[in-house]
């Protein structure tokens, strides 16, 4: 069960009518979850406003803040920016919601870790390393996400479909094509 300590939202869209008010402030080393419009963009907070987050090699940050073309990249950056910046009109929830099954490393640890990864150019996928992977890895030293786990077991359901698809329009086809 999640308590207010795990999970936390902060609506800078008021239409977001899914995802609580509230007004509590982001500690170093939480975890922000970003509402984008496809997708949930994630973040680590560090501190005086600012988070650090991957974004496209082949843009500024200024225009890496909402664009979709990061989810299909190969390579990311590790920025320092603003939250309310990346924020932008979107909404986000401070979301430590590994933590029940992940310690999390030291604040001092975690910030530290980040700070040294700032401006690196990293390996990016969506499946097996992406902004949530990414994040928790500072947070726990481990990458987990959700995420990329829903689509995986996603992409691995209709590949079962259509292979039972394909058996069954072959047993069909040969069934058809007996001279008898």
């Not at 509230?22 to 922000?32: H, V």
């Not at 990346?86 to 700070?115: C, F, M, W």
């Amino acid at each position: 069960m999640m308590d207010n300590q795990h999970r936390r939202t902060v609506n800078m869209a008021s239409s977001e009518a899914d995802h609580p008010l509230c007004n509590e402030e982001p500690q170093p080393g939480d975890l922000i979850e970003i509402f984008r419009p496809a997708y949930q963009h994630w973040a680590l907070y560090l501190g005086d406003g600012y988070i650090i987050n991957l974004t496209p090699v082949d843009e500024s940050p200024a225009t890496a803040v909402s664009s979709v073309k990061s989810v299909f990249s190969r390579k990311a950056v590790v920025r320092m920016q603003l939250l309310k910046e990346v924020v932008g009109g979107d909404s986000y929830r401070i979301n430590n919601k590994y933590d029940d099954n992940h310690t999390p490393l030291a604040v001092s640890e975690i910030i530290q870790r980040a700070q040294l990864l700032i401006g690196q150019e990293v390996s990016y996928d969506l499946l097996g390393s992406n902004c949530e992977h990414f994040v928790t890895l500072l947070r726990y030293g481990e990458g987990v996400s959700e995420q990329a786990s829903r689509a995986i077991g996603a992409i691995s359901l209709v590949t079962a479909a259509a292979s039972a698809f394909s058996v069954l329009g072959l047993i069909n086809t040969r069934s058809r094509n007996r001279p008898f």
